[in-house]
Every structure is written in structure tokens, then in C-alpha cells.
């Protein structure tokens, strides 16, 4: 008869599976970790950040159809499988919207799609010995069409990979930055304790979105400056918590055993107090994760997150946030949807870690 396991692991993470929304949260942020790496494998246009614009069938609905004649580009460049699945295409065949086409004799006569009841303009040009079915195609845009004819849906699949991996790298900065400064506040104390906590406290006064502004302006606009600015924002949270938890772990026997054994400060911090107080961190990680994503979005609708034509939920809702009176309101609710859905998630999975890892519970 096998024993079953009791540690505390074990009890947490069974705990965790009995929480429906919790492990439900997990399975969507993982679905959209997956989405945002292989964005361009499943997105329609997969060029690089989904930037195939085509003005005549600008905001669409969504299920828009419309014939697409595709002329490929002639080039001897080639691009590399893995920059093609992780940064898309860079070489981009010329794709025109049209309303008819016919042939003869090797040559292609269409009319350019025109919207608002006008006639587009008649062109021809030479097929080159490729088919009709290799030049012309019918094209659904599942999401419509943004306001400069691209592909809404491309949009917030690409978009996906900003608010998703900000959280990762924003999170990580501010764990490594507050747990050191909470450890080392926490566990020596006195001098050491007042200065970290006069810096915290200054830190903390000071409104996050606008230091966040200060920072990016410093650093410059563009993507990894926003990721960045973000992480050296959230670490006092982590070491406010990190200072209360070691502060209340340093006097117990373990730590006071460690000590006559000789082990060095290093040793005894890494060792055996942050093993013990990594509940709580994260718990305010998983909070942290939405935080990151709403600074986030918010830099982007303001305009200095993340850049064109780089594709951001953000940036979305600031380009078409006017389109809401305009009677297509869902150019701005989509991408505002997709934060609200992965910020929720991230606080459900939060709530659930909080009450898997409550030893009193």
C-alpha cells in the first residue's frame, strides 16, 4: 500500500486542483502563452506584426469577406523557418482587395474593391503562367478590419505577445529588486532596515503610473524600455512583503541553529528563510502579473508603450476608442476584452494560490 504524501507541496497543489476558477485561470494563461509565442503560426496575416494593410476595406465587420488578388514578390532573400514562426514575415507579397476579375491570354483584368458605393479602378496585369487559384482568393477577416484595413484578429493574436510577456519580465525584475532589498531590510535590520525603508517609502509615494512615465521617457519609447520601467515600478510591493515576512522568520529555531552551526548570512537567507516565506511572494506575484499588464496597456493607449506599428491591446483601444460612438464599438472592445479576460484570470489563479498555500485553512 503506498503511503500518500502530506508535505505541504503536496497538500497546496491538491487544494489548488479543487478550485474550479483557479485551475480553469492556469489552463487560459497558458492558452495565451501559447497564442502570443506562436502568434503568427495560427494568425491569418502573418506578416511581421500583422501589418498587411489594405485602406480600401477599412473597419469591417467582423466575417467580412472580399476577394484578395495576391501578386508574390520576387526576391532572392530568404527568410529562416524561425524567423518567419517568431517574427513573421518580412517579405510581404503585394495583396489587393477586388470586386471582379477576368482572363485572357495570360492576362488578369480586375477591379480594385471600393467602399461607400464608389467603383474602384480597372487595372490589368500579366499572370506570369500562374493560374487564376494562385492569384486570386477569397479572404474572411473573423474579427473585421481595424481602420487601416488590417486584420483585426492577426492584430490581437500578435497583441497577445506585449501584454503577456511584460508580465513575465516585469515580474522578474521586481522579484529579483524586492526580495533582495526585503531580505536584506528584514534580516539585518537597524541602519540597514531604515535606509532601505526610507528608499521604499519614497518609492511608494510616488504614483506608479507616473514614474512609469518618467522612466520610459528616460529610457526612451519602444519595447523593452515599457517592460523595463514597469518592473522597477512593482518591486516594492515584493520587498515590503519579503521585509514583514523575514523580519517574523529570523527568530525561529531553525534560524537560530543555523547560526551556531556557523553558516554565513548568504547561506542562511537563500537557504532556509526565503524557502519558507515564498507563499506570500507568490501570491502578490500572480497580482503583480495583472498589474503589469494594465500599466501596460495604459502606457500604449497613452502613446508611449509600445510603438507602431507593433501590435498592442492597448495601442488598439487608443486607435478605435472613438469608433465606440461611431456605431463599431467592437474595434475597441476586443482588445479590451482580451485584457480584461487575462487580468481576471491572473487574479482568480492569485486568489486560488492564496488559499492553497494558507497553512491555516
Keep these: 500500500m503506498s503511503q500518500q504524501s502530506n508535505s505541504l507541496s503536496q497538500l497546496a497543489l491538491q487544494k489548488f486542483k479543487k478550485d474550479f476558477w483557479g485551475v480553469f485561470s492556469l489552463g487560459f494563461i497558458i492558452f495565451v502563452g501559447l497564442i502570443s509565442i506562436f502568434a503568427y503560426v495560427v494568425a491569418p496575416d502573418n506578416s511581421q506584426y500583422a501589418n498587411q494593410m489594405h485602406l480600401s476595406i477599412h473597419s469591417k465587420k467582423p466575417g467580412f469577406e472580399v476577394q484578395m488578388l495576391t501578386i508574390p514578390q520576387k526576391t532572392d532573400i530568404k527568410e529562416s523557418v524561425f ?18 476579375y477576368s482572363t ?8 480594385e474593391y471600393a467602399s461607400d458605393g464608389l467603383e474602384g479602378m480597372t487595372k490589368t496585369i500579366d499572370m506570369n503562367g500562374l493560374s487564376e487559384s494562385d492569384l486570386i482568393s477569397n479572404k474572411t ?16 493574436l500578435v497583441g497577445a505577445r506585449i501584454s503577456f510577456f511584460i508580465g513575465f519580465i ?14 536584506v531590510a528584514g534580516y539585518f535590520g537597524g541602519r540597514v532596515d531604515a535606509i532601505i525603508m526610507w528608499f ?13 512615465i518618467a522612466i520610459t521617457l528616460a529610457l526612451g519609447k519602444g519595447f523593452w524600455q515599457v517592460f523595463i520601467a514597469v518592473g522597477l515600478t512593482m518591486w516594492v510591493e515584493v520587498a515590503r512583503v519579503v521585509r514583514g515576512q523575514v523580519m517574523g522568520v529570523k527568530e525561529m529555531q531553525y534560524v537560530t541553529a543555523a547560526r551556531a ?14 524557502p519558507n516565506i515564498m507563499a506570500p511572494v507568490i501570491v502578490i506575484s500572480a497580482a503583480n502579473f495583472a498589474a503589469a499588464i494594465l500599466i501596460e496597456s495604459g502606457l500604449s ?3 508611449i508603450g509600445a510603438q507602431p506599428p507593433m501590435a498592442s491591446w492597448g495601442a488598439m483601444i487608443k486607435d478605435h476608442y472613438n469608433y465606440i460612438i461611431l456605431g463599431k ?5 476586443i482588445p479590451g476584452f482580451c485584457i480584461m479576460s487575462l487580468v481576471m484570470a491572473f487574479m482568480l489563479m492569485g486568489n486560488a494560490l492564496r488559499d492553497a498555500l494558507d497553512v491555516k485553512s
Design 104 to 111: 485572357e491570354n495570360n492576362t488578369l483584368t480586375y477591379t
Design 141 to 156: 477577416f473573423l474579427f473585421g478590419t481595424d481602420k487601416y484595413g488590417r486584420d483585426l484578429l492577426s492584430r490581437t
Design 170 to 183: 516585469a515580474v522578474f525584475i521586481s522579484l529579483v529588486i524586492g526580495i533582495f532589498m526585503g531580505s
Design 200 to 212: 521604499i517609502n519614497v518609492s511608494w509615494s510616488i504614483p506608479t503610473l507616473l514614474l512609469v
Design 301 to 303: 493607449f497613452l502613446g
Design 329 to 333: 464599438p467592437y474595434l475597441a472592445l
Design 261 to 274: 552551526l556557523g553558516f554565513n548570512d548568504f547561506r542562511i537567507i537563500t537557504k532556509h528563510i526565503l
Design 83 to 100: 524567423s518567419t514562426v517568431f517574427f513573421g514575415k518580412k517579405i510581404q507579397d503585394t495583396e489587393t482587395p477586388i470586386t471582379m
